[in-house]
C-alpha cells in the first residue's frame, strides 16, 4: 500500500451510526460471523491495491463495512496466532518457549472467545481448519460443521494429492481429514488439502447457517486457504498466466541473513537461490487461491442475505498472518517484516460505520473484546485486547502507541504509530530500522544511520520495557550498540 493511500484512514471523517435492532422483544442481539484465512497477506486483495487479484465480493464488504490496513498479528504461525485471537491474549513468556514442541495451552483460568459468547446467549458454531489446543468443543463451540484437522487418515493412506502443480512434494496436512460433529474422521471427503477443501468447509458452515435462523449465533470459519500444498481451485487452473505477475519490489533470490528460519519447512517447499519464474509460479497459484476465498466469503454473505440476516449480522474477515512468498528473499511466514506480521482486516454490520478505512494499529487478539463491545457483551478479566469500538465511533484513532511482534527467541519487533519500525535479531546481534510509511516494502534499513541513533535509543527502551512487561524469556538488551 502506498503511503498516501495509508494516510487517508488517518482521522475517518465521519461515524455513521447503525439502525437500531430490535424486536417484539427488545434490543435484538446481533449474529457474528468471523472469517479467517491461512497465510494471507494483507496486500493480495484487490481492495488494498492489488491488480493482480480480482476479489469483488469482498472489495462490495469493504464499502460496506470498514477496513484496518495496520492490523497485525503477534508471533508469525497458525498455531499462536489463532490461540491468541481465542484467547484474547498474548502468549509470550512461559509460553514461547513450548510453542516448537507443540505444547501451547490455554491456562484453564482464561475464558476463550467462543466460550464466552455462549454463556452470554449465542449459538457457538465452527467450521473449518482447527489449528489450536484441544478440541473445538472444549474452547465453547457448541456445534462443529466441517471441521477440518489433523489426524484420521486410515492407516497407510497418504495424502490425496501427493505433489502440487509446480512439481513440489506436499509436505503440510498430509494426514488431516473432515470431522463429524462426534469427531469422527471423513477420509471420503480427501485426505490432506486438496481443490475441494475450502469449498466444504463453506457448503458446512452454510448448513449450520440455515439452521441456527433467527436466534443469535456466533460462527467462526476458517478456510486453509492460501496456505501451502498450493492446488488450483477447481475449475480455475491456470487461470492466471504466471508470467504476467510481477514480482514485489522487494524480491530476493534468497534471505540476507538468517531470520532465524531459513531452514524451516515453508523456506525448503522452494529452496533458495530462488529464481524470479519460481517464485511466480507459486505466486499465480496462491492469488487463484485468494480469489477462491473471496468466492467463498461471497457464498456466505449471499446465504446470510437469502435468510434475512444480513442486516443483524457483524462480519468479520482476517487472517492468521500474511506470507513472504519471495518478498525479502524468504518464502514462509516466520518473520517480522510487514508482508508477513499485517493481516488483512475488514469489518461490517451493525455499528460499524460504511466505507471507512482506519490507520489505528491492532492485533488479532483485539477482535474479541471489540465484538464483546459491538454485541453489548462484557468481555471477561482474563481478555488482554482492546476494543476498536472506540476508533470506529471516531473517538480515538489509536488505541496503542505501539504494536510489538515476537518469534521462538530469534525476533522480537516494535512498529510505532507514526510508521517507524524496529527488528531486532538477539540470536545474531542484528537490528534493522525501518519507516514503513516512507518505505512500506522495507527495502532502505536505516540502522546504521547516524542521525536516527535517538530513535533507536528511544526504541530500544520502549521495547526492553514490552518485554519485561510481558516476562519476555529473552532479555532486554541494549540494541544502539549493534548496528550493521
Not at 488494498?48 to 498479528?73: I, K, M, W, Y
Not at 460433529?181 to 457448503?203: C, R, S, W, Y
Request: hydrophobic fraction near 40%; charged fraction near 20%; proline fraction near 8%.
Amino acid at each position: 500500500m502506498s503511503a498516501s493511500r495509508l494516510l487517508l484512514v488517518f482521522g475517518a471523517a465521519a461515524w455513521l451510526a447503525a439502525p437500531a435492532l430490535t424486536s417484539a422483544e427488545g434490543p435484538r442481539r446481533p449474529h457474528v460471523v468471523l472469517i479467517v484465512a491461512d497465510d494471507l497477506r494483507a496486500d493480495a486483495l484487490g481492495f488494498a491495491g492489488n491488480a493482480a487479484v480480482r476479489t469483488p465480493h469482498l472489495d462490495r464488504l469493504v464499502n460496506r463495512g470498514a477496513v484496518f490496513p495496520r492490523a497485525s498479528c503477534s508471533y508469525p504461525i497458525c498455531n499462536v496466532s489463532r490461540s491468541e485471537m481465542l484467547a484474547g491474549r498474548i502468549f509470550l513468556g512461559s509460553e514461547v518457549n513450548r510453542v516448537a514442541s507443540g505444547g501451547l495451552r490455554f491456562d484453564p483460568a482464561w475464558t476463550l472467545w467462543p466460550e464466552h459468547m455462549k454463556r452470554s446467549g449465542w449459538y457457538t458454531i465452527y467450521s473449518g481448519k482447527w489449528h489450536a489446543s484441544g478440541t473445538p468443543w472444549l474452547s465453547g463451540f457448541a456445534e462443529t460443521a466441517g471441521l477440518f484437522s489433523s489426524g484420521g487418515a486410515p492407516s497407510g493412506l497418504k495424502a490425496t494429492i501427493a505433489t502440487t502443480p509446480t512439481g513440489r512434494a506436499v509436505t503440510g496436512y498430509t494426514g488431516w481429514t473432515f470431522k463429524t460433529d462426534k469427531n469422527q474422521p471423513l477420509p471420503e471427503l480427501g485426505v490432506g488439502l486438496t481443490p475441494a477443501t475450502d469449498g466444504i468447509v463453506t457448503d458446512r458452515a452454510i448448513e449450520a447457517i440455515r439452521r441456527a435462523g433467527e436466534k443469535p449465533f456466533f460462527i467462526q470459519i476458517n478456510f486453509v486457504a492460501p496456505h501451502d500444498p498450493l492446488h488450483w481451485p477447481p475449475g480455475r487452473e491456470n487461470a492466471i498466466d504466471y508470467r504476467t505477475l510481477p514480482l514485489p519490489a522487494n524480491f530476493r533470490a534468497g534471505p540476507a541473513f538468517d531470520t532465524g528460519n531459513v531452514a524451516g519447512r515453508d523456506e525448503r517447499i522452494v529452496p533458495a537461490p530462488r529464481t524470479a519464474d519460481e517464485v511466480k509460479q507459486e505466486r499465480a497459484i496462491y492469488f487463484s487461491l485468494v480469489e477462491n476465498v473471496d468466492r467463498q466469503v461471497g457464498r456466505i454473505v449471499h446465504a446470510l442475505e437469502e435468510g434475512g440476516q444480513l442486516p443483524h449480522t457483524v462480519i468479520i474477515v482476517t487472517s492468521d498472518h500474511g506470507l513472504a512468498l519471495g518478498s525479502h528473499g524468504l518464502m514462509g511466514k516466520q518473520n517480522q517484516y510487514d508482508h508477513t506480521i499485517n493481516v488483512p482486516l475488514v469489518m461490517a454490520g451493525p455499528g460499524i460505520p460504511a466505507g471507512q478505512r482506519f490507520a489505528a494499529q491492532c492485533y488479532l487478539r483485539d477482535l474479541y473484546p471489540t465484538v464483546c463491545e459491538l454485541t453489548g457483551v462484557i468481555p471477561p478479566p482474563s481478555v488482554q485486547g482492546q476494543s476498536l469500538v472506540p476508533v470506529l465511533r471516531g473517538q480515538k484513532t489509536e488505541v496503542r502507541d505501539a504494536i510489538f511482534g515476537y518469534f521462538t527467541d530469534t525476533q522480537r519487533m516494535m512498529r510505532s504509530a507514526d510508521g517507524w519500525k524496529l527488528i531486532w535479531y538477539p540470536k545474531i546481534e542484528k537490528v534493522q530500522l525501518f519507516n514503513v510509511v516512507s518505505d512500506p516494502d522495507e527495502i532502505r534499513d536505516l540502522a546504521a544511520d547516524t542521525g536516527q541513533a535517538e530513535r533507536l535509543e528511544r526504541m530500544e527502551k520502549r521495547l526492553g520495557e514490552w518485554q519485561r512487561e510481558h516476562h519476555d524469556p529473552v532479555p532486554p538488551q541494549r540494541l544502539a550498540l549493534r548496528r550493521p
